[in-house]
């Protein structure tokens, strides 16, 4: 009977690990396209509990909060403590995101960039078996190519 309860547990303890979801942020900047993603590479689903964007020291529950750009320009997602989100293995759930046009200039994404450089994510999230998982990563990334020129970029 012993090494049946023990044998359940290393089944249990087994399944927690093969289960487990892998979260990372990414930040895409290409093809005129800023985006920010959390993405799942593990095998269980990630559920996504809350959203905390930092600017200045200053923790707001919304993208929209940090940012002086027009709302109807990007995507975003809303999550609080009534919405939860679930990113499925080999997904993605978008956080913003926001496709420029053709003819639009560069100063126009360096102005997205801007916007978004100062901004820190911390996300918090948990396994199916409840387990906290927390995520955190500043959006410095999108700084590295504001004041270049599309000329630049290509040689670059």
Partial sequence: ???TFYQLYLQRLHNEKSLKPLGQIDLPDYNKQVAVHIRNNGLGPLIIDRLTFIKD???YPTIDD???LDPRSYMRMFINDRVK???????????FETQFEVDESEAEIDR???QLAPITLKVEGRDIYDNKIMLERDFQWFSRYIGR????????
């Fill in 1 to 3: 009977m012993l090494a």
């Fill in 57 to 59: 020291g200053q923790p």
């Fill in 66 to 68: 940090c940012l002086e």
């Fill in 85 to 95: 989100r679930v990113v499925l293995p080999n997904a993605y759930l978008v956080v």
């Fill in 112 to 114: 997205a960039r801007e």
């Fill in 149 to 156: 020129s599309e000329g630049n970029l290509k040689r670059n």
